[in-house]
């Protein structure tokens, strides 16, 4: 079953194109990761998505639904978007970041139904000791998970994260990377991830969508979309591609020449 369907979209700022003709299906209950160079359009992509940006052309349904007629609170209540960070400008406790993931059901004020909600994301993701913690005071992993269970609070179909890996230790990627698979089997959840780590999209998605210059290039299951010929076209990079129980991996050897939007 379909969940996101996109029909031809382009974005751009002025006479700068950063995303043309992108259409694509994202199936229901599906680990999908975006990978493409620097300046290929992936975060551009996602928040196009999120109707954080309009796009010049093109549609975007979820759930056969047009997100250019749904309102703002409303996309947030179909969809969740996890940063690579969250920028505050006050003190926060963990109880009280998830708890803001509730907000587009009910606004400002929350009830006890909320609180408990919050509690038990907190739990099931192993979370409950941090709760009076002040959200500043976490590592980047902790914090990462956080923000995750601040969109799992939200109840939506769909969760959308930009590089949610991009400073961590290999730990805690890894650990974020399970926590997201998790949500997909466990919760039914329609995941839609940025990532530059190609070993950790591999082992981890259903799919892979691979950008470059603001197109598709390449869309599929990694094993199809991760290979030599892609690479080099995509990176400008060499690699030899090893399968270890039916699972792609990706060894770099070198340059053949920097990409256009590197």
Known sequence: MVKITINDLSFGYASTKILENISVDIHKSSFVSIVGPNG??????LKCINKILTPDRGDIHIDRRNIRQMKRM?????????PQSSNR????????????????????????????????????????ELALRNFDELSGGQQQKILIAR??????????????TSNLDIWHQLDVMENVKWLVNNRNVTALMVVHDLNMASKYSDRILMMKNGRIVSVGDP??????????KVYG?????????????VMPLKQRGMTADA
């Open 40 to 45: 290929a359009g992936k975060s551009t992509f």
């Open 74 to 82: 409303e996309v947030a209540r179909n969809i969740a978007y996890v």
């Open 89 to 128: 400008v006050f003190p926060t406790t963990v109880f009280e970041m998830v708890l803001m993931g509730r907000r587009p059901h009910l606004g400002w004020f929350s009830n006890e139904t909320d609180k408990e909600k919050v509690w038990h994301v907190l739990e099931e993701m192993g979370l409950d």
């Open 151 to 164: 969109a799992l609070a939200q109840e939506t179909g769909v969760i959308l994260l930009d590089e949610p």
């Open 223 to 232: 094993v199809s979309v991760l290979t030599c010929e892609n690479i080099e």
């Open 237 to 249: 990079v060499e690699a030899h591609v090893h399968t270890h129980e039916g699972i792609p991996y």
